[in-house]
């Protein structure tokens, strides 16, 4: 079945329950994940996760309805969560919706996909699935999935901060998400102790999105430099850049990393000549030429892959453990520093 973006908070119990197979897509990057993490913790018993990637699943269609029916094998329960950049899953959809043994929920986030999409199409229409595109919100939808999540975390704000703190958020709950976390950590907050937040309370935590100022680091980590990160990470707490903002900086660096690997082939390609195209119908900004020409070096096939999934795993670890957001960051970057350079 199908639901709109305003009905899912409404939908997602009964679906978590009822539904096994979800689709979630739309240009609301934010939205489709804040949709994946909210059903997993509404599964009743979601057991064991495993993640898998749109190009995984591209490369070996079968490989999710094996995966997905194996807990009726082995007894044991689990979950699927697939992060694809588009409708590159639909021939695994096939084949998975297409068995006969019990699957394990699987949901899908695909933020390039619509509803339009041959998986979409393929799940709409079913009882046991759930489609929702998710468009970006605007400055007072945001505000007032602030002022809930405050609510939970036990927090009084008026309106004017919830706002300001979703624009701080450039209207990315994900981000949003965390800032309220670090601000109830900030003022000892709980649903059993609730705490009344202000402005000062705000500013005192450092919150800052800019991008520029996370450029830096992105290039440290993911140019080979690996002996920069040190000063980059002290630059970052002197910023007071929240650590989940800074990972969706290298979440972006890294979407546009595999878009342009996939337009070069498996061939290799011509770096430079695909750089100077790409550049030419402004696709990407003339600032970042020399540092996409040498990360194109360093992160292509397999090794591109295993930088997806270790960011997305980096990231549920930040979310699931927002009070060490900033010691797990700087241990994970540090990995994937060591891992860009040359001489790994």
């Known amino acids: 079945m199908k639901a709109t973006q305003r009905d899912f908070p409404r939908q997602a119990e009964s679906a978590a329950r009822n539904a096994r197979y979800f689709f ?21 018993d979601p057991g064991e996760r495993i993640d898998f990637t749109g190009a995984d699943l591209k490369r070996d269609p079968v490989r999710l309805g094996d995966e997905a029916r194996s807990a009726s094998l082995f007894g044991s329960s689990r979950h699927i969560v697939v992060r694809a950049s588009g409708d590159e899953v639909a021939e695994a959809t096939e084949i998975l919706i297409g068995g006969t043994a019990p699957s394990c929920p699987v949901l899908i986030a695909a933020p390039g996909a ?30 007032g999935t602030v002022r809930e999540l405050a609510d939970r975390a036990g927090l009084r704000i008026d309106t004017a901060l919830a706002e300001r703190i979703a624009r701080a958020a450039n209207l990315d709950t994900r981000i949003a998400a965390s800032e309220v976390a670090k601000l109830a950590v900030f003022l000892d907050a709980s ?29 440290a980590v993911l140019g080979g430099e690996p002996g920069r990160l040190g000063a980059e990470l002290d630059r970052m707490r002197h910023l007071g850049l929240n650590p989940v903002a800074v990972l969706l900086a290298f979440e972006r660096r890294t979407a546009q990393l595999a878009a342009l690997a996939a337009k070069l082939g498996n061939g290799g390609g011509n770096v430079a000549a695909l750089i100077e195209s790409e550049k030419a119908a402004r696709r990407i900004n003339w600032k970042d030429e020399g540092d996409l020409r040498k990360q194109l070096g360093i992160w292509r096939g397999r090794r591109l892959e295993r930088l997806v999934a270790k960011i997305a795993g980096l990231h549920r670890d930040l979310l699931g453990h927002s009070q060490d957001a900033e010691l797990l960051l700087a241990h994970g970057l540090a990995e994937i520093a060591r891992a860009s350079s040359p001489k790994n």
């Open 114 to 143: 619509t509803d339009k999409s041959k998986t979409a199409k393929l799940l709409a229409d079913r009882k046991d699935a759930l489609v929702v595109v998710f468009w970006p919100p605007d400055a007072r939808s945001v505000a």
């Open 24 to 44: 979630f897509c739309g240009p609301d990057e934010a939205g489709v994940a804040d949709a994946v993490d909210r059903v997993a913790s509404l599964l009743e």
């Open 191 to 219: 649903p059993q102790a609730p705490r009344s937040a202000d402005t000062k309370a705000f500013e005192a935590i450092g919150a800052s999105t800019e991008e520029d100022g996370m450029a830096a680091i992105v290039n």
